[in-house]
């Protein structure tokens, strides 16, 4: 048996679980987590076309190739909302599965680890939207000549756009992440600061890999956020939770 959601489980409850134990109870956060994946994708359906426009704004005109395709990018597009809807209770149970294995006093401090998360969020999906995304459509397209024209296709396009704005989401979790590290005593701000050489390169190797376009400048605009937020995660280990 389980304790209730709200009641979460104690450090010695942890100690005391099985593997199975563990398997159980992260099939059961998964289980919600696509439950809510499923309502908010539901809901976002009614809304696709306002979000297919949000999405295509920075291509301009796009076109479907089959009659099947645009029916298929209306789903993609409200399973991406749905999940930006679903986020809250998808990391609420990301959060629940990990917080219990922490002290009282620092489960205690978790309770902003949920917005904090959606914030960091949806704070990367909009920087890349509105800063990276537009130079890599721009890039793409000065490919174009006189006799030879962009045609975007709309799956297409989604597919491309919705890949490559949910790794930024991620990114912008990193201070976040390594907060919970430190206080759990895994790493501290002096092993953050004698990884700075390793992080730089790995910062440039994911910008290389997610970038929309080869060139440095597209790289770069990934690489620098990852290295600004690992150094301000630096100071706040160093300064705020002085470790």
Avoid: C
């Amino acid at each position: 048996m389980y304790k209730h959601d709200f009641e979460p489980m104690q450090a010695n409850d942890i100690k005391k679980m099985s593997l199975i134990d563990h398997l159980q109870e992260l099939r059961k956060r998964l289980a919600k987590a696509m439950i809510a994946l499923a309502i908010g994708g539901s809901v976002s359906y009614f809304y696709a076309e306002e979000i297919v426009h949000l999405i295509t704004a920075p291509a301009g005109k796009l076109y479907y190739m089959n009659p099947a395709e645009a029916f298929f990018a209306y789903i993609k597009a409200s399973f991406f909302a749905g999940f930006l809807l679903a986020l809250p209770v998808i990391l609420y149970q990301a959060w629940a599965f990990i917080v219990p294995a922490l002290a009282n006093k620092e489960r205690k401090a978790s309770v902003l680890l949920v917005p904090s998360s959606v914030v960091l969020f949806l704070a990367g999906l909009g920087f890349s939207y509105y800063f990276v995304l537009p130079a890599g459509i721009k890039f793409f397209m000065g490919y174009a000549t006189e006799e030879l024209q962009p045609l975007f296709s709309l799956g297409q396009y989604l597919s491309f756009v919705i890949s490559f704005l949910i790794p930024f989401g991620f990114i912008f979790e990193l201070p976040l992440f390594i907060l919970v590290m430190a206080q759990m005593g895994s790493i501290s701000s002096q092993l953050l600061r004698s990884k700075r050489k390793i992080v730089l390169v790995l910062a440039f190797i994911i910008g290389a890999v997610i970038s929309p376009t080869p060139d440095v400048l597209s790289q770069t605009m990934v690489a620098l956020p990852m290295l600004v937020l690992y150094e301000l995660s630096i100071l706040l280990v160093k300064y705020i939770l002085r470790k």
